[in-house]
């Protein structure tokens, strides 16, 4: 059973260009979060989605950032007009409920890094 | 809004010995949970032991348990006969009892394990 898919691993962009980021959950989960991380920092929740449903995105930029779970292929964040400030690890999570007490399964995350 | 703290950036250790990992936390909440994750350089999140607050057990999982004090909202981790692999960093975290609800990341730990 693979676990969660992340990619790319890393990801470079020049400023203004556009960045996709691809997460594949575990089989059977149908619940995805992403997060991010700055450098020296903890991880910090971007975006909770479930299939063809954003749940919460309180924690997401309300420009340039945006984030689908289709009901076929993976989840997509989307991060359009790439400034340098967007350079961090993002990381996908996913479960299979929406349980309170449900493990999180993360991937290894996308390293994207803005020129 | 929930807040989660780690007060030691950095911490080491000799193998074989004991360290404790401190994490404090803010909340209004009466249910939620408490996960310790380890992040070593590959970047994946690995969950280590989570902890529900409505039992006042504290969990244990083989050399890693925690130090659970409700009142004090303080959740310590503790790392017994510690091996060269637990070289990394480590995240408290908090989720509130309610379905769907995200993690919130403390700032991490950076644990170094001396030969």
């Known amino acids: 059973n693979a676990g969660v898919m992340q990619n790319p691993r890393h990801l470079v962009r020049r400023r203004g260009q556009e960045a996709r980021l691809r997460c594949s959950p575990m089989?059977?989960?149908?619940?995805v979060y992403w997060y991010r991380q700055l450098p020296e920092e903890g991880l910090k929740f971007m975006v909770y989605l479930q299939k063809e449903n954003i749940i919460d995105e309180s924690g997401m930029p309300k420009e340039r950032f945006s984030a689908e779970f289709p009901k076929e292929g993976p989840s997509i964040l989307r991060i359009q007009q790439v400034v340098r400030g967007d350079s961090a690890a993002y990381f996908c999570a996913s479960s299979p409920s929406e349980g309170a007490y449900e493990k999180l399964f993360f991937g290894s995350g996308t390293q994207l890094s803005v020129l | 809004a929930q807040t989660v703290t780690q007060s030691q950036p950095e911490m080491s250790v000799q193998e074989a010995e004991t360290v404790t990992l401190s994490c404090t936390y803010d909340t209004s909440e009466s249910d939620y949970y408490l996960f310790w994750y380890k992040q070593p350089p590959s970047r994946q999140m690995i969950l280590v032991i989570r902890?529900?607050?409505?039992?006042?057990q504290n969990a244990t999982e083989n050399r890693f348990s925690v130090n659970f004090q409700k009142a004090a909202k303080s959740f310590s981790l503790k790392i017994s006969d510690s091996q060269l692999g637990d070289a990394a960093m480590y995240f408290c975290?908090?989720?509130?009892?309610?379905?769907?609800?995200?993690?919130?990341f403390g700032e991490g730990t950076q644990l170094t394990v001396n030969p």
């Open positions: 902890q529900e607050a409505y039992k006042q």
């Open positions: 089989k059977g989960h149908s619940h």
């Open positions: 975290a908090y989720k509130g009892g309610t379905s769907g609800s995200r993690l919130t």
